[in-house]
């Protein structure tokens, strides 16, 4: 499944030029731990409640939790006001809306965020998070039959579905039936494993030819017919 298909396209953002009392202010309204920082739709960088840490961090000891309510308060809010462009995250980790799930499941993985913004010719379309992801990992068996029946065998490979029986329970698939050609079974089995929501697959497939094993052999250089140049 693509990216475009799981990402949230209602997206909370603010401009570099914020002050970081207003995008306290916007996370604890609408209950984030950050903010995605837009510059013309383009994305430029993201606040967090971390950021708002390290920008307060000379100015006494505070717990994060209550750190936000203390810079929207009258009381105790700085003389120079700073903005979000000061503190912001630049280097931020994004995903293709064309990317599948998986990538994106790989990059929260090995950097440890929750959320990726998604970003198409760079300019930000959409949010994608771990839930989202997870979603695609969570689909009905019977989605999992259609999908490789129709799209699979019916429209990639041009096979008719009919010579397959598909079983599937809570994601784990089991193919049983005859396909012309042993390149066909292994097709088959590699395509449906990829398909969203598999979480094994069990193969009791046969088929008709070994075309694996078919080779074209030639007779020797002499031999062979002369074409009229």
């Known amino acids: 499944m693509i990216i475009r298909d799981l990402m949230t396209t209602d997206l909370i953002t603010v401009g570099p030029e914020t002050s970081l009392k207003e995008a306290a202010r916007r996370m604890l309204q609408a ?90 010719e760079g300019e930000l379309v959409g949010l994608v998070s771990r839930s989202d992801v997870l979603r695609s990992f969570v689909r009905p068996d019977q989605d999992i039959i259609d999908e490789i029946g129709d799209r699979v065998m019916r429209k990639v490979m041009w096979v008719d579905p009919k010579r397959v029986s598909i079983g599937c329970e809570e994601g784990n698939v089991t193919l049983v039936g005859n396909l012309e050609t042993r390149s066909d079974v292994e097709l088959l089995v590699e395509l449906a494993s990829r398909v969203d929501g598999v979480a094994s697959l069990k193969s009791e497939l046969r088929y008709e030819v070994d075309n694996t094993k078919l080779e074209m052999t030639l007779p020797p250089p002499s031999q062979r017919p002369m074409g009229n140049w």
Do not use: C, N, W, Y
Not at 37 to 62: H, N, P, Q, Y
Not at 75 to 97: A, H, I, K, L, Q
């Open 31 to 120: 209950g984030i731990s950050g903010l995605l920082v837009t510059d013309d739709e383009r994305l430029v960088g993201i606040i967090t409640e971390a950021d708002f840490v390290s920008a307060e961090a000379g100015r006494g000891k505070r717990k994060r939790a209550g750190l936000l309510r203390f810079l929207i308060r009258d009381e105790g809010v700085p003389s120079e006001e700073r903005s979000v462009g000061d503190v912001m995250t630049t280097d931020v980790m994004t995903v293709s809306p064309d990317a599948e799930h998986v990538e994106a499941a790989r990059l929260m993985h090995l950097t440890g965020v929750k959320r990726l913004p998604v970003v198409e």
